[in-house]
């Protein structure tokens, strides 16, 4: 790893200013992308300002919302109580994540910001538009099992790799964020950015902003969900495909629905087409037309068009296990 | 270089260290602690786990200077000298491994289940222990040790 200044402010207005005035400077809380990705020689900040001293770690409820602090770790949000009870969708995604150690460390800030898993954008030796805008991108004719179908674009097809931010996605969940020059809040599904022409932006945090917290809404169909994650490994494996799932029913009919995939976008992936067409219905046979639906504008390749069809199956799938579990 | 201190097995140890040196080569290169394993070095083989406040983590990807406020427990740390912890004990019993590489992080990651207390059943177990691998391919065995401490402690 190259050598860089380390800083520790012990407050937020500290931390971003730090960040605002230090050229090349990244913020590490659990370390456990932005380290990786220093020794893999993919990023290489001149500075790291470690903001683990700063209060951002509680979770909190009130009559209308649960408010994460982003420095939360993964395994203590999978586990509170209140989580387990509200959002079980997010509970269940943030345990099928990487490992307990990995867990015990990782933040939920982090989380939200980690970088894909792409083969090619970790090593420094190919092209990658991400890394390097206009370099070109291996995926396309290298390995891509692996990689997404659904917003990718002509420079990138890496998937998001996260697995708790599809299901914050499919809760609604806004994040706040701070800077030198105030505080703002920004839906998450809004956050993330489009691969598009510039693969390297990836979300919408300007530089000396940070992530302070997650709010999300309760909700019954919030209340009523599950997180069902495909992958070649049953343990410590990242998804070929992944469904956030959850719904309110009146009766036998469907109020509400929140349908967000991992694995298969470039993004997290929030699957509203597929929400609209389950309301208003009641029964099974609408849960294969609303897979459908979700994958219409899929775009396979050669090695991953097999997550189509898995992405479709599995879509009904969580749909009727959270049927079953009302 | 800045001076720092780390808590580690009970004991302080001041240290000189750059902001660039993890957690893991501190234990290894700087206080001679090497039962902690050097595997991948990229937070994907577990083999470098020790316990941080008791929770288990990865020292590889762990910046030794951000953690000078924190207990550090490592596999030589887990018994008083000359005893055993039960659960080496049960690796022996189990015959929980081949080479031995892998085991310092497995024993210690089966440290880190216990204090969580999630891990219940064989399937349970087996996620929980899912972060170490061990290319020997002794799983059956390292469940069979760890599932008999889970049983012991009652968790």
Not at chain 1, 27 to 48: E, H, Q, R, W, Y
Not at chain 1, 83 to 111: D, W
Not at chain 1, 157 to 162: D, F, G
Request: proline content about 4%; charged content about 20%.
């Amino acid at each position: 790893m190259q050598a860089f200044d380390l800083l520790t402010p012990t407050n937020i207005r500290d931390a971003v200013k730090l960040m605002a005035e230090t050229k090349d400077a990244a913020f590490i809380a659990g370390g456990t992308n932005v380290v990786d990705l220093m020794k893999c020689g993919v990023t290489a900040p001149s500075t790291l300002v470690d903001i683990t001293h700063l209060p951002l770690a509680s979770i909190e409820s009130d009559a209308r919302r649960i408010r994460i602090g982003a420095l939360a770790r993964n395994s203590d949000v999978a586990h509170h109580p209140a989580i387990v009870e509200n959002f079980p969708m997010l509970s269940q995604a943030f345990l099928a994540g990487a490992s307990p150690q990995l867990r015990n460390m990782a933040t939920v800030g982090g989380n939200i910001l980690q970088r894909t898993r792409c083969p090619y954008f970790r090593d420094p030796a190919a092209a990658c538009n991400k890394r390097h805008e206009g370099d070109g991108c291996d995926a396309f004719e290298g390995f891509h099992r692996m990689h997404a179908i659904l917003g990718t674009s002509d420079a990138c097809i890496a998937t998001h790799p996260s697995d708790a931010a599809v299901a914050l996605v499919a809760l609604d969940a806004t994040l706040e964020i701070q800077s030198a020059s105030g505080s703002r809040e920004v839906s998450l599904e809004e956050f993330y950015s489009l691969p598009g022409e510039t693969p390297s932006v990836e979300n919408d945090l300007k530089p000396g902003e940070l992530i302070v917290a997650i709010d999300v809404p309760l909700g019954r169909a919030h209340r009523h969900s599950t997180y069902l994650k495909v992958r070649d490994r049953a343990s410590y494996e990242f998804a070929l495909v992944s469904v956030a799932a959850g719904l309110e029913f009146d009766g036998d009919r469907i109020d509400e629905a929140r349908i967000a995939l991992g694995g298969v976008g470039t993004i997290p992936w929030r699957a509203r087409g597929a929400e609209e067409a389950l309301v208003g219905t009641s029964g099974d046979s609408a849960y294969e037309k609303a897979a459908e639906i979700a994958l219409n504008h899929a775009v396979p390749r050669r090695d991953n068009a097999f997550k189509v069809e898995l992405a479709k199956r599995a879509i009904v799938r969580a749909l009727e296990t959270v049927r079953r579990g009302q | 270089m800045p001076k720092m201190q780390l808590k580690v097995n009970g004991s302080k140890h001041d240290l000189d260290l750059e902001p660039n040196v993890t957690l893991l080569d501190a234990l290894r290169e700087r206080l001679g602690l090497v039962g902690t394993k050097n595997g991948c070095d990229y937070g994907q083989c577990g083999a470098c786990t020790v316990l941080i406040d008791g929770q288990r983590a990865l020292s590889c990807l762990a910046l030794a200077m951000m953690h000078a406020d924190v207990e550090i427990t490592t596999i030589e740390g887990i018994a008083p000298n000359g005893s055993l912890h039960p659960l080496q004990q049960a690796f022996i019993e189990h015959d929980a491994f081949q080479c031995g590489f892998c085991t310092p992080g497995q024993i210690v990651s089966a440290i880190g289940l216990l204090n969580e207390g999630h891990a219940h059943t064989d399937e349970e177990i087996r996620d929980a222990m899912s972060g170490n691998l061990c290319r020997c391919g002794a799983y059956s065995n390292i469940l069979a040790a760890v599932r008999q401490e889970v049983r012991r402690a009652g968790v």
